[in-house]
């Protein structure tokens, strides 16, 4: 599969890319509302912070003892479902007179869902197009979901500004409604993956498979920790220009739309495997400045440069697939989002509680450099690992060995 027009022609691509479009842009507009909701009843950048990313902490129970569902739901099924709940989630946000903590307990409990329902999508996309062409389809998606988001925070933002918080929460619950129509009407009826009932053993023992080889566990901690903190640094967008917010995200929706393009069509596969850890270092870099207080147009324009650096995801998400066996698949990229997900609800989490003790702008340059000597000290690990002439040592091989595979039944 070598360019996007063979995604499109390839059956249920469409319907497939058109829900998750909705569902996208449903979640962008909810989320900005309740933080904008969230923080004009309590005037706090932690509390914003966490009403926006919080959903993302509870990931990690969900890769610890439900992430098995993943591979063995009927996938069909599952993201029709999966969709109306986030629906009547959204809705129950915009009820009035709802205490904060009634909000934060629906937050999470849309989390816990959502922990389910990365595995089961990016399992049936390679379902879908296979691991040859799952480079070219994240990028597709990645690409989509920075234009989504741009019209998701613009939109969200026009109606925050123009009517309320609440309505615009209604409108992403009508989104999500769509989503599941959508998946119901365009997807055909697949089997699960694997067979077997979900369980916590089965969950913790493919877990301890994915986690027990030296080139996924650097793969893993390359997609969550750097890109996360620098998440940190988004969720005070807020607090650090409150009027200006949806400017802010819109920006960065449209940088990392950029720095999709340029890693998933447009670099050449050698050049592109040598861009991980550069793209992560662009990712935090133009956010150290933020100590300063940069005008908003500064602020706007080292945003949108810094997102750019989330085309790194690609490359690091191309390496798990091709380390992973067949069917472990959708529980690999499940752990990759649910994890990925989890680090960016704790550092939304660790940003927010520092700029209540100091300022945004302060707490949004402390994340970005933890990012930058993170992504540091994992370059250098895989340096270290490399043999004197530059090319990975034989167990770093990206071609899965057997021996990775456990012996008798499949894992999952």
């Known amino acids: 599969m070598r360019s996007y027009r063979d995604l499109f022609r390839t059956p249920e691509f469409t319907p497939f890319f058109l829900a998750a479009s909705a569902q996208t842009v449903a979640q962008t507009m909810g989320g900005l509302a309740l933080g904008v909701l969230v923080y004009r009843q309590t005037a706090s950048p932690l509390l914003s912070a966490v009403s926006m990313f919080g959903s993302s902490l509870v990931q990690v129970l969900g890769a610890t003892f439900l992430l098995s569902a993943a591979d063995r739901l009927p996938p069909r099924a599952a993201l029709t479902t999966l969709p109306l709940l986030f629906a009547t989630a959204t809705a129950a946000l915009a009820l009035p007179g709802l205490p904060v903590w009634s909000l934060f307990a629906i937050v999470l409990a849309k989390g816990l869902a959502e922990s389910v329902g990365g595995g089961v999508r990016w399992g049936l996309l390679n379902e879908i ?18 234009l989504m988001q741009i019209a998701g925070y613009a939109t969200g933002g026009a109606l925050v500004a123009l009517l309320s918080p609440r309505l615009s929460l209604l409108a992403a619950a009508a989104l999500y409604v769509l989503a599941a129509g959508v998946v119901r009407l365009g997807l055909t009826r697949r089997p699960p993956r694997t067979t077997g009932r979900p369980s916590v053993a089965a969950t913790w023992r493919a877990n301890a498979l994915l986690w027990s080889s030296a080139p996924r566990r650097r793969v893993y901690l390359a997609l969550w920790i750097p890109n996360g903190l620098v998440v940190g640094c988004e969720s005070l967008y807020v607090s650090y220009a409150p009027e200006s917010a949806g400017t ?3 920006c960065a929706a449209l940088g990392m739309l ?7 069509r447009l670099l050449p596969p050698r050049v592109r495997a040598r861009l ?18 940069p005008p908003l147009p500064l ?3 080292a945003v949108t440069v810094a997102s750019v650096g989330f085309g ?18 959708g529980h690999a ?11 960016q609800g704790v550092a939304a989490t660790l940003a927010g509680t520092v700029a ?16 930058v000597g993170v992504t540091l000290t994992l370059m250098t690990a895989e340096r270290r690992d490399e043999d004197p002439i530059g090319t990975a040592r034989r167990d770093e091989v990206v071609t899965p060995r057997p021996a990775r595979r456990p012996p008798g039944p499949r894992p999952r």
Request: proline share 5%; charged share 10%; net charge negative.
């Open 356 to 371: 209540q003790l100091t300022s945004p702008a302060t707490a949004m340059t402390a994340m970005a450099t933890v990012s």
């Open 248 to 250: 802010l995200f819109a």
């Open 129 to 146: 197009i296979g691991k040859d062409g799952y480079l070219l389809g994240r990028s597709v998606f990645n690409m989509m979901s920075g």
């Open 299 to 301: 602020a706007v324009a």
């Open 276 to 293: 991980g850890f550069p793209l992560l270092l662009l990712l935090a870099l133009p956010y150290v400045p933020f100590l300063l207080h």
């Open 258 to 264: 950029a720095g999709d393009v340029l890693v998933g």
């Open 312 to 329: 790194a995801s690609l490359v690091q998400q191309e390496r798990l697939v091709a380390l992973t066996p067949d069917e472990l698949t």
């Open 333 to 343: 990229l499940g752990l990759h989002s649910a994890g990925m997900l989890t680090l």
